[in-house]
């Protein structure tokens, strides 16, 4: 079992850059990927962005490219989801995620399916 828990959410000004982050503990050794989600109210878990925990290869939503940067530090068991140039648009629930070993034949990031273990989510509420 690997525990997430999520951290850096908040009340942010238009425009500001909040940083995530995302400490993984329990059977870390397992995780092959972890990945950003985000959910609004009223509107389906989407993708943000997932990094491969020992290469370090990042992918995006093409949408959060160039304005969201995912990375990690493994000798914390830490991700981290630097956002910049919030909106409103970008008030949700931010969820992180780890991808096992076992589940990594896909090789694909980008859906809920894909992920095993699931932090509880940290709110992020941007104002105008």
């Known amino acids: 079992q690997v525990h997430l828990v999520e951290s850096g959410g908040g009340l942010v000004q238009a425009g500001g850059s909040p940083r995530l982050s995302c400490a993984a503990s329990?059977?870390?050794?397992?995780?092959?990927?972890m990945g950003w989600f985000r959910q609004a109210p009223g509107k389906e878990r989407e993708f943000v962005a997932a990094i491969i925990w020992s290469g370090g290869s990042t992918y995006y939503a093409d949408s959060k490219r160039g304005r969201f940067t995912i990375s990690r530090d493994n000798a914390k068991n830490t991700v981290y989801l630097q956002m910049n140039s919030l909106t409103p648009e970008d008030t949700a629930v931010y969820y992180c995620?780890?991808?096992?070993?076992?589940?990594?034949?896909?090789?694909?990031?980008?859906?809920?399916?894909?992920?095993?273990?699931w932090g509880q989510g940290t709110q992020v509420t941007v104002s105008s």
């Open positions: 329990g059977r870390t050794f397992s995780i092959y990927a």
């Open positions: 995620a780890a991808q096992d070993l076992r589940d990594s034949y896909s090789g694909s990031y980008y859906h809920t399916q894909e992920y095993a273990y």
